[in-house]
């Protein structure tokens, strides 16, 4: 099953994934399609406000993060990891569930991020906010770190998260029934 949609003005088919009896989801993954990242990060970046720093949860936000910070003229970006790694000191915690992933885990925050971060304007970038348990996640890691959050931007709100008034997308992405159809 497949779900065709245009996003940044390119056309995609989506497969459509079930999740369980009563949902599916249209996937999406900008992994290795250069002209899709290239053209959602200017779209992006043509509707976001005034900031300092980028910072996204890993892994399939990395390649639209670092094309905004490559387009903006940025000299680096922020990410939010998803295991502690050997060289970051100080680390900043939180635990997140997210549609897409099997159970509850962690995201992490180098403390040298977070320094970077203190009054600082911030935009939070991810490739699909749906339920916005990611995006919560990671908002509570740039307050703790001290950044003012001044935008939380995706490529696609999924299902209700297209009703949200404080998030900045290009295209809805709906919901579908197990069967491929989308729900009403």
């Known amino acids: 099953m497949k779900y065709e949609m245009t996003i940044a003005g ?53 390649p639209l993060i670092y ?35 099997a159970g509850k885990q962690k995201l992490y925050m180098d403390a040298v991020d977070a320094a970077k971060m203190k009054g600082k304007r911030i935009i939070i970038i991810d490739d699909v906010i749906s339920t916005g348990a990611s995006l919560q996640a990671v908002e509570k890691l740039v307050i703790e770190a001290g950044g003012n959050i001044v935008g939380r931007m995706a490529v696609l709100a999924e299902g209700e998260a297209a009703d949200r008034d404080d998030i900045i997308y290009l295209e809805k992405l709906p919901l579908f029934n197990p069967d491929g159809t989308v729900k009403e």
């Not at 900008?30 to 996204?56: I, Q, R």
């Not at 903006?72 to 997210?98: C, H, I, P, W």
Request: with cysteine; aromatic share 8%; net charge negative.
């Open 10 to 62: 390119l056309k995609r088919e989506l497969p459509v994934c079930v999740l369980n009896d009563n949902l599916a989801i249209g996937a999406f993954v900008m992994f290795g399609d250069v002209e899709l990242t290239v053209a959602c990060a200017k779209a992006l970046l043509d509707k976001a406000p005034e900031f300092d720093y980028l910072v996204a949860p890993e892994a399939k936000a990395i």
């Open 67 to 101: 094309e905004m910070a490559r387009q903006k003229g940025l000299q680096d970006y922020l990410l939010v990891r998803k295991n502690k790694k050997a060289y970051m000191q100080g680390v900043f915690e939180v635990d997140v569930t997210s549609i897409t992933t």
